[in-house]
C-alpha cells in the first residue's frame, strides 16, 4: 500500500555526522564533542546544548 499524496518522505547519506577526513579538513568549525564511549553522557549533552546555543545567539 502507497502512501497518500500528503506525505513527504526526505532521505539523507548521513555524510555530516561521519568522521570523514576531507569533510572535517573543509568544515574544522564543526568539531566533536567527545565519545560516547568514555565520556558521561551528560557532560556530552551539556557541551553540545552549550555549543548549538552560543551559535543560535551568534546567528541572531
Not at 564511549?37 to 557532560?43: I, Q, S
Amino acid at each position: 500500500m502507497a502512501a497518500p499524496a500528503s506525505v513527504t518522505v526526505e532521505t539523507t547519506e548521513n555524510f555530516e555526522v561521519r568522521m570523514n577526513p576531507a569533510f572535517l579538513a573543509r568544515a574544522p568549525d564543526e568539531g566533536t564533542m567527545g565519545s560516547l564511549l568514555t565520556e558521561d553522557p551528560l557532560v556530552l549533552r551539556r557541551s553540545s546544548y552549550e555549543r548549538w546555543r552560543t551559535r543560535s545567539q551568534s546567528s541572531d
